[in-house]
C-alpha cells in the first residue's frame, strides 16, 4: 500500500517504522492507525527484516488519539474507531519478529500504549510519558491494558487514574524502557541494539517470542510444560542445530531461518 502517515524503510535486517505526522505530534488518526498495523505487517512478511523499530519524525513520539473525533457521533462509530485506535496492540503481541519502540520527548496516552505494547523500548534523557486521557474526560483503556502487563496493578491504575507525567529515568525504574539512552544518540543507541538482535537467528526469536506471549497468562505448571514442548520443537530446526555447531566449534554461525 502506500504510506504517508507512517514511513517505511530497512537496515541491516532492521526494519523501520516511523511515525509521520510531524505537525500533528504524530497523534493517532485513522490512516495513522491502518498505516502502522499495515506497515508493522509488511515488514513481517519480509525475510529482509529480523527486527522492527517503531520511531518518529518530529518533536514528539506521539502524543495520543486526535480526540476532536468524539463529538457527538454514536456508539457504532466509537466502536469502530477505538478499535483502529487500539489494533496495534494486539498486532505487536501476534507478530514473530521482536518490536522496538524508539522514544523521544512526549509519548501520551495512546504514545504510552504503543511504547507498552512493544516488546522492548529505548528512551531518550527527553523523554516524558503519561496515560493522560483522564485530564480531558477521556480514560485510557486501551493503553491500560499493556501498561498492566508492563508495569502491574498499582502503578498502572496510579497513571490512568491521575494522569501525572513520568520522565524517562522513572519510566526504566518501572519496566515501561529497557534503556535511556542520550538524546543525542537515540538514533544510534537504537541500532546498535536492534542489531543485536538482528544477528540472532530469526528463526529462534520468532519461536521465543511466540512462546513467551502464549504462556504469558498461564498458571505455573501449565507454562512450563508449554515451554518445554516450545523448546524441544525449537531444538528439531536446523538453525538450533547450527548455532549449537557454531558455538562448539567456536565460528560465527550462519542462520538459515528453518
Same mark, same amino acid.
Not at 513520539?61 to 457527538?72: A, L, N, P, S
Not at 519510566?171 to 538514533?187: C, D, H, I, M, S
Given at each position: 500500500?502506500?504510506?504517508?502517515?507512517?514511513?517505511?524503510?530497512?537496515?541491516?535486517?532492521?526494519?523501520?517504522?516511523?511515525?509521520?505526522?510531524?505537525?500533528?505530534?504524530?497523534?493517532?488518526?485513522?490512516?495513522?492507525?491502518?498505516?502502522?498495523?499495515?506497515?508493522?505487517? *509488511?515488514? /513481517? &512478511?519480509?525475510?529482509? @527484516? !529480523?527486527?522492527? %523499530?517503531?520511531?518518529? #519524525?518530529?518533536?514528539?513520539?506521539?502524543?495520543?488519539?486526535?480526540?476532536?473525533?468524539?463529538?457527538?457521533?454514536?456508539?457504532?462509530?466509537?466502536?469502530?474507531?477505538?478499535?483502529?485506535?487500539?489494533?496495534?496492540?494486539?498486532?505487536?503481541?501476534?507478530?514473530?519478529?521482536?518490536?522496538?519502540?524508539?522514544?523521544?520527548?512526549?509519548?501520551?496516552?495512546?504514545?504510552?500504549?504503543?511504547?507498552?505494547?512493544?516488546?522492548?523500548?529505548?528512551?531518550?534523557?527527553?523523554?516524558?510519558?503519561?496515560?493522560?486521557?483522564?485530564?480531558?474526560?477521556?480514560?485510557?483503556?486501551?493503553?491500560?491494558?499493556?501498561?498492566?502487563?508492563?508495569?502491574?496493578?498499582?502503578?498502572?491504575?496510579?497513571?490512568?487514574?491521575?494522569?501525572?507525567?513520568?520522565?524517562?529515568? *522513572?519510566? /526504566? &525504574?518501572?519496566?515501561? @524502557? !529497557?534503556?535511556? %539512552?542520550?538524546?543525542? #544518540?537515540?538514533?544510534?543507541?537504537?541500532?546498535?541494539?536492534?542489531?543485536?538482535?538482528?544477528?540472532?537467528?530469526?528463526?529462534?526469536?520468532?519461536?521465543?517470542?511466540?512462546?513467551?506471549?502464549?504462556?504469558?497468562?498461564?498458571?505455573?505448571?501449565?507454562?512450563?510444560?508449554?515451554?518445554?514442548?516450545?523448546?524441544?520443537?525449537?531444538?528439531?530446526?536446523?538453525?538450533?542445530?547450527?548455532?549449537?555447531?557454531?558455538?562448539?566449534?567456536?565460528?560465527?554461525?550462519?542462520?538459515?531461518?528453518?
Amino acid at each position: 500500500m502506500e504510506y504517508t502517515s507512517v514511513l517505511l524503510s530497512k537496515k541491516d535486517k532492521i526494519g523501520y517504522v516511523t511515525l509521520n505526522r510531524p505537525e500533528n505530534n504524530n497523534t493517532f488518526n485513522i490512516p495513522l492507525a491502518i498505516e502502522l498495523n499495515e506497515g508493522l505487517m *509488511e515488514l /513481517e &512478511r519480509d525475510d529482509d @527484516v !529480523n527486527v522492527i %523499530v517503531i520511531d518518529a #519524525n518530529g518533536k514528539n513520539f506521539c502524543t495520543g488519539i486526535e480526540v476532536d473525533y468524539v463529538d457527538g457521533k454514536p456508539f457504532h462509530d466509537y466502536i469502530q474507531w477505538i478499535g483502529y485506535m487500539e489494533k496495534m496492540n494486539l498486532t505487536i503481541a501476534e507478530m514473530g519478529k521482536p518490536v522496538i519502540a524508539s522514544v523521544k520527548n512526549i509519548a501520551v496516552a495512546n504514545g504510552i500504549g504503543l511504547v507498552a505494547a512493544c516488546d522492548l523500548a529505548i528512551a531518550a534523557e527527553n523523554a516524558k510519558f503519561g496515560a493522560t486521557a483522564v485530564n480531558v474526560g477521556l480514560f485510557c483503556m486501551g493503553p491500560a491494558v499493556p501498561l498492566l502487563k508492563s508495569l502491574g496493578r498499582k502503578k498502572t491504575l496510579e497513571l490512568i487514574m491521575t494522569g501525572d507525567m513520568i520522565n524517562a529515568v *522513572e519510566a /526504566e &525504574r518501572l519496566g515501561l @524502557v !529497557n534503556k535511556v %539512552v542520550p538524546t543525542e #544518540n537515540l538514533e544510534e543507541e537504537t541500532y546498535a541494539f536492534a542489531k543485536k538482535l538482528a544477528d540472532k537467528s530469526p528463526l529462534a526469536m520468532k519461536l521465543g517470542k511466540e512462546s513467551f506471549y502464549k504462556m504469558e497468562d498461564l498458571d505455573y505448571k501449565s507454562a512450563m510444560e508449554l515451554t518445554n514442548n516450545h523448546f524441544a520443537a525449537l531444538c528439531t530446526t536446523e538453525d538450533a542445530q547450527e548455532g549449537v555447531d557454531a558455538f562448539l566449534n567456536k565460528r560465527k554461525p550462519t542462520w538459515k531461518n528453518k
